[in-house]
T-cell receptor, first 111, second 114 residues
Framework: KQEVTQIPAALSVPEGENLVLNCSFT??????LQWFRQDPGKGLTSLLLIQSSQREQTSGRLNASLDKSSGRSTLYIAASQPGDSATYLC??????????FGTGTSLTVIP | KAGVTQTPRYLIKTRGQQVTLSCSPISGHRSVSWYQQTPGQGLQFLFEYFSETQRNKGNFPGRFSGRQFSNSRSEMNVSTLELGDSALYLC?????????????FGPGTRLLVL
């Protein structure tokens, strides 16, 4: 059974700092890995999708990497802003559209 | 283009009742997946529908069921509600089923079972 873990569970940083969120998974037989953000009481917003053949994806201040062999992914956020405050979830995608989600990292960026 | 919509947004039911939640995918999307989110278990996959057929199912009891209509809209039904069914139910749609497809999530339906 695929298990996805995110560390840390919560993170608080001052505005402007660069930060890294971690995601680890137990079964490396995955198709893709996707990072999402979730604002309180809201649905999920897709941030980055990394296909299994790729090692990283970038979008603006966000960079996500994938190392299938070690079962790890990281989400790097540069120059953090208060608007980045949210819960960040990684999801491992196996056959079809079956997603396995991590437990999430709650990020607070302090102005 | 309108995003994924879910109705109702909030719902209060009592134990033993049943409930039906609705999800309208993004226009043109054919795959709809359902997830349950609770503080204790996080986000868990319920099932996926594509072209009116259930393609994947998570590890939930038979009280949880769903269907998809020809216009790709989907409904999820939970019968004989239990307190533990209180959760945020999220629906996601994607254009197709391939692993390269990005899923787009709706705002969710928050269900409270008393």
């Amino acid at each position: 059974k695929q298990e996805v873990t995110q560390i840390p569970a919560a993170l608080s940083v001052p505005e402007g700092e660069n930060l890294v969120l971690n995601c680890s998974f137990t079964d490396s037989a995955i198709y893709n890995l996707q990072w999402f953000r979730q604002d309180p009481g809201k649905g999920l917003t897709s941030l980055l999708l990394i296909q299994s053949s790729q090692r990283e994806q970038t979008s603006g201040r966000l960079n996500a990497s994938l190392d299938k062999s070690s079962g790890r992914s990281t989400l790097y956020i540069a120059a953090s802003q208060p608007g980045d405050s949210a819960t960040y979830l990684c999801a491992v995608i196996r056959t079809g559209n079956q997603f396995y989600f991590g437990t999430g990292t709650s990020l607070t960026v302090i102005p | 283009k309108a995003g994924v919509t879910q109705t109702p947004r909030y719902l209060i039911k009592t134990r033993g009742q049943q409930v039906t939640l609705s999800c309208s995918p993004i226009s043109g999307h054919r795959s709809v997946s359902w997830y349950q989110q609770t503080p204790g278990q996080g986000l868990q996959f319920l099932f996926e529908y594509f072209s009116e057929t259930q393609r994947n199912k998570g590890n939930f009891p038979g009280r949880f069921s769903g269907r998809q209509f020809s216009n790709s809209r989907s409904e999820m039904n939970v019968s004989t509600l239990e307190l533990g069914d209180s959760a945020l139910y999220l629906c996601a749609s994607s254009l197709d089923r391939g692993p390269r497809e990005t899923q787009y999530f709706g705002p969710g339906t928050r269900l409270l079972v008393l």
